[in-house]
């Protein structure tokens, strides 16, 4: 599977209701519509994902139902969105709960409410060209497990104790793993585990080991 497949399905779930994300897919990434579903999330028609459009994902299991294909598609918009050349900070925001959070597990950030907002902008700030390489995809129920990489070039800045480490057009790719837990349409929480230290090595910042041992 290449990205641009799972791309491409979600651009079109997009324009088929889902959220307030309207892109059509380019001419040359050309893609039947997603049928829309009968039933209504919140005043929001759901979109359901087609089998065809199914078998372009890397799923470890392809007999979902219909509310596990629905919940699937919230969560490739929220991928679709986080992308570096067409960021869309407030469907992203929306696809939480009122009461809805992003964990950063291994930085040890929560963000909620407002603060959901400064999520996506801060990666691209970082990476310009930021995308999510998709690489294994679970759907059990409300829940939705996703091993993938963070891939961009670092072409920004990074705020550091020590001070700014500015870009250098190092390519990055950071393994990732992803759960999502989702009621009635919504994500109730998401659980994000970044592989900093590789991200950090491709970026080229160095741990200062010596540092380290010198304050023991």
Same mark, same amino acid.
């Given at each position: 599977?290449?990205?641009?497949?799972?791309?491409?399905?979600?651009?079109?779930?997009?324009?088929?209701?889902?959220?307030?994300?309207?892109?059509?897919?380019?001419?040359?990434?050309?893609?039947?519509?997603?049928?829309?579903?009968?039933?209504?999330?919140?005043?929001?028609?759901?979109?359901?994902?087609?089998?065809?459009?199914?078998?372009?994902?890397?799923?470890?299991?392809?007999?979902?139902?219909?509310?596990?294909? /629905?919940?699937? #598609?919230?969560?490739?918009?929220?991928? *679709?969105?986080?992308? @570096?050349?067409?960021?869309?900070?407030?469907? $992203? +925001?929306?696809?939480?709960?009122?009461?809805?959070?992003?964990?950063?597990?291994?930085?040890?950030?929560?963000?909620?409410?407002?603060?959901?907002?400064?999520?996506?902008?801060?990666?691209?700030?970082?990476?310009?060209?930021?995308?999510?390489?998709?690489?294994?995809?679970?759907?059990?129920?409300?829940?939705?497990?996703?091993?993938?990489?963070?891939?961009?070039?670092?072409?920004?800045?990074?705020?550091?104790?020590?001070?700014?480490?500015?870009?250098?057009?190092? /390519?990055?790719? #950071?393994?990732?793993?992803?759960?999502? *837990?989702?009621?009635? @349409?919504?994500?109730?929480?998401?659980?994000? $585990? +970044?592989?900093?230290?590789?991200?950090?090595?491709?970026?080229?910042?160095?741990?200062?080991?010596?540092?380290?041992?010198?304050?023991?």
């Amino acid at each position: 599977m290449t990205s641009l497949k799972w791309k491409t399905i979600i651009a079109t779930a997009a324009v088929a209701g889902l959220g307030s994300l309207a892109i059509a897919a380019a001419p040359t990434q050309a893609a039947s519509p997603v049928h829309t579903a009968s039933a209504t999330r919140g005043g929001t028609a759901v979109p359901d994902l087609t089998p065809r459009q199914l078998a372009e994902l890397p799923l470890t299991d392809r007999h979902l139902t219909r509310h596990e294909r /629905r919940n699937l #598609a919230v969560v490739l918009r929220d991928y *679709y969105v986080a992308e @570096g050349d067409h960021i869309d900070v407030p469907t $992203f +925001v929306n696809s939480f709960a009122k009461d809805g959070v992003f964990n950063d597990m291994v930085a040890g950030q929560a963000y909620r409410g407002d603060a959901l907002g400064t999520v996506l902008p801060y990666m691209k700030s970082l990476f310009s060209d930021v995308h999510r390489d998709l690489k294994r995809i679970t759907v059990n129920g409300d829940v939705v497990s996703i091993e993938l990489s963070i891939d961009g070039t670092f072409d920004g800045q990074l705020q550091t104790p020590a001070g700014v480490v500015k870009g250098n057009g190092n /390519r990055v790719a #950071a393994p990732t793993a992803d759960f999502w *837990y989702l009621h009635d @349409g919504k994500v109730e929480q998401f659980n994000c $585990f +970044v592989g900093y230290s590789k991200m950090y090595s491709d970026m080229g910042v160095k741990w200062d080991w010596a540092g380290a041992v010198g304050k023991n």
